[in-house]
């Protein structure tokens, strides 16, 4: 590894792809940061490459199309992957054969046996694998938490997570994105996966990585002229042993959302955007608390992975590959319950 991954130097990255539309939000949020630089990208596609370079002024020397050339010539600190989901599990084990720790988009894996492997490919080579949702770095998801913690609305009984926006085509991703996002294989399903994983990675977290007793889903495909190979809509509920969990991912919601309610057995929290809680305990009034942005390592997956790669955190909770591997085998059981029609048990009460 070069010296940044122990020293104030930058720390060097290299990008594994550019499909996946969050691509772009990461070289913005690149800009203007003294702690990474980008030494290598490396991107099949040309068109996509050169089109990336334009927008963000990018050297033609970091292009490369071979990932393995890439970590041996430029040997970077870590991986930032922006492949389609299906590419994680090739990206992860060349990552792991040189060494390299990884953070992929959200969902880790399209099926239970990519996970598996993945998780072996990180078990022997010790690289830490981590998983980035937008979510995780919500004010309003780790308030939640903390209050969940603290029992201030007492056990939970239900909680509802909305996730989705008005469909890929309809609000204009790039051909590229649109094309693997649309494929069942490389993206593991529609909006089942795309969106169905946030609300699993939020449930897995707020009950300590437990992971539900049974799966049961439905999904739909409203607009088949556009999605003609997966669905646009689904509904999974998560049973617990003393707690449900609906999540609603859509790609038909009139305006993007990423929200959820929980309610206990003293109150309810709901958490409307990233900054925004709505209160009600026992017999009092509704409150409404507006949050600060979160600080350090938190505030977005670059300082995490920073953070991570220099040892001044350890990999937890939503981007942690213990909770992903359960976020699997949720989505997986999820795409079993829409095919068979029937609920499918994952463990024991």
Known sequence: MVAGAQSGKPLGIVVAGLVHGHAAGMFKRLQGRDDVKVIGIVEAKQDVAQRYARQFGLEASLLETDLQRALQTRKPDAVMAFSDTFDHKRIIEICAANRVPVMVEKPLAVSNEHAQAIEEAARKSGIHVLVNYETTWYPSMHQVRAMVQDQQIGQITKIVVRDGHQGPKEIGVPPEFLDWLSDPVRNGAGALFDFGCYGANLATWLFDGAPPLAVSAMAQTFKPHIYAKVDDEATVVLSYPKAQVIIQASWNWPYGRKDLDIYGTRGYILAPDRQTLQLRVADKPESRIT??????????????????????KQVDGLSSLANNLVVTKILAAARESVKTGRSVRLSKA
């Open 291 to 312: 949050l600060e942005p979160l600080r350090d390592e938190r505030r977005d997956e670059i300082s995490y992975l920073v953070a991570v790669i220099r040892g001044q």
